[in-house]
């Protein structure tokens, strides 16, 4: 049972309220929980927990918080200020499907224990003062965002890297490059393998124990299959819902799939290129505004059925995507992806249908209610907080200045090569410059700090594009050591 069915159980009882501590651990009695495990994201998209027993966890824990040590988490605090707390969200209970024994799993923000302010580089802060900006503006009360998370399954992965040494390699069975080998002969062909059926798509049933698994803890999904590339790359969409409540399931979904590879005695990697010469994983993310249940994005006489509302919004995406992809394209590996010829945006212009623009409007549906715009530039590789909080300040900014997205793009625009499209950064060490220099538009309304934008900005530096730009490239030695 997921948070939002302990809300529909209690109001079905009789309670008017939204869930609380107090029914949070009722719940955890009425479904015989042995363990309480506490997760909470970190400056850079990961996971952190620690876990109790259930008798040790009690009505102070939601009012009070559990202390633990702020220093030790990467971009964080510094040692003489590492006391921090963590409380738990009532609403985000569920049953954590990966655990031996029974364990409720809550999601936890972050507070300083001195101030008991929410802490400034907490992600799930962001996402909540993003969507309460929203609201305070007055243009929308719901920001809906539905992204789709594309991954590979690998069979087997090793990689090593020392001072004169380095290589990596990944293998799965569905590979190109195993046709050579006796087997059974079903492999992808290179960039072939969207939508094949088994036998080869090999992944199906995994895929599928997958969905049930999300679905049981109330994460709601929709289609799932095989993508492009060869080597068994593969997305599972979900259901659209609200900015935080979003980010909370992405981040629980990359739990559940990476659990779920493991126990199959598979692997899941969410980096964005794993292989070289085939397609790369992205998260498209669709986007939508809302008041009092009604769609501001559709306006059937504009272009592809777009509001003039929903054009500003496009205006802000384009205008500070090269800032925006520090968040939402935050590796040194993503911009491996971001290159033409494997169905990467990496124009920034917007169109319908053109999956080579980096912002596209679907045209499936004729439906007001399903209108909306597709950000293609992010991958899952982004931390979904901080990366969702980000289109939206952006989003919200072209709409506050009212600018113009300019001209679509209804042309291939891999063929015409025109001089006059601007293309997304070439690399993060570009996306991060960018960022440094346009980042006003992020704190607004406090929703993201100074602070948290200088760390994140420093730490990606020296932490990932000087190793990656310092160090030898295997490829520099088949160019470069007998000249």
């Not at 159980?9 to 363990?35: C, F, I, S, V």
């Not at 929410?118 to 009360?141: F, Q, T, W």
Request: charged residues 25%.
């Amino acid at each position: 049972m997921s948070g939002t069915e302990l809300e529909r159980h209690y109001l079905a009882n009789g309670a008017k309220d939204r869930p609380d501590a107090a029914k949070a651990l009722e719940w955890a009695g009425q479904t015989e929980a042995q363990m309480v495990d506490l997760k909470f994201c970190d400056l850079l998209g990961t996971w952190q927990h620690v876990t109790l027993p259930v008798r040790a966890f009690d009505q102070e824990a939601f009012d009070e918080g559990l202390g633990f040590d702020g220093s030790s988490i990467r971009g964080w605090q510094a040692i003489q200020d590492s006391d921090m707390l963590l409380l738990p969200d009532p609403e985000s209970a569920i049953l954590d499907p990966a655990t031996e024994a029974p364990t409720l799993s809550l999601v936890c923000e972050i507070a300083d224990p001195v101030t008991r302010q929410p802490y400034a580089k907490d992600p799930r802060g962001v996402a909540r003062r993003a969507e309460a900006y929203l609201r305070a503006s007055g243009v929308a009360d719901t920001a809906y965002f539905g992204p789709e998370c594309e991954f590979f399954v690998f069979d087997e992965v090793h990689y090593e890297l020392g001072p004169n040494r380095a290589h990596y390699c990944v293998d799965s069975g569905e590979g190109h490059w195993n046709s050579g080998k006796p087997g059974l002969g079903y492999t992808a062909r290179l960039k072939e393998g969207y939508f094949p059926t088994a036998p080869s798509d090999t992944l199906h049933d995994l895929r599928t124990r997958m969905v049930l698994a999300l679905e049981r803890i109330g994460i709601p999904c929709e289609f799932h299959h095989h993508e492009v590339a060869s080597g068994g790359q593969c997305e599972i969409d979900l259901r659209f819902t609200t900015l935080t409540r979003m980010a909370d399931q992405i981040m629980t979904y990359k739990y559940v799939i990476k659990n779920l590879a493991r126990a199959a005695g598979k692997t899941v990697t969410f980096m964005p290129k794993p292989l070289f010469g085939d397609n790369g994983s992205g998260m498209h993310t669709h986007q939508s505004l809302w008041s009092g249940g009604e769609t501001l994005m559709a306006d059937e006489s504009g272009y592809a059925g777009l509001s003039e509302l929903a054009r500003a919004y496009v205006g802000g995406l384009l205008a500070h995507a090269p800032a925006l992809l520090a968040f939402c394209a935050p590796t040194t590996n993503s911009y491996r992806r971001l290159v033409p010829g494997y169905e990467a945006p990496v124009n920034l212009v917007y169109s319908q249908r053109n999956r080579s623009a980096c912002i596209r409007i679907p045209m499936y549906s004729g439906s007001p209610k399903a209108k909306r715009i597709e950000f293609r530039c992010p991958d899952s590789a982004a931390n979904p907080y901080l990366a969702f909080a980000a289109m939206l300040m952006a989003g919200l900014d072209g709409i506050e200045r009212g600018l113009d997205p300019g001209a679509p793009a209804d042309y291939d625009l891999f063929e015409e090569q025109r001089a006059d499209v601007p293309q997304v950064p070439g690399s993060l060490a570009e996306a991060l410059d960018a960022l440094e220099t346009d980042h006003d538009f992020l704190t607004k309304g406090g929703v993201f700090s100074a602070d948290l934008i200088q760390t994140w900005i420093d730490y990606k530096r020296e932490n990932e594009v000087d190793p990656v730009r310092l160090r030898p490239h295997p490829a520099e030695f088949t160019l470069y050591f007998d000249c």
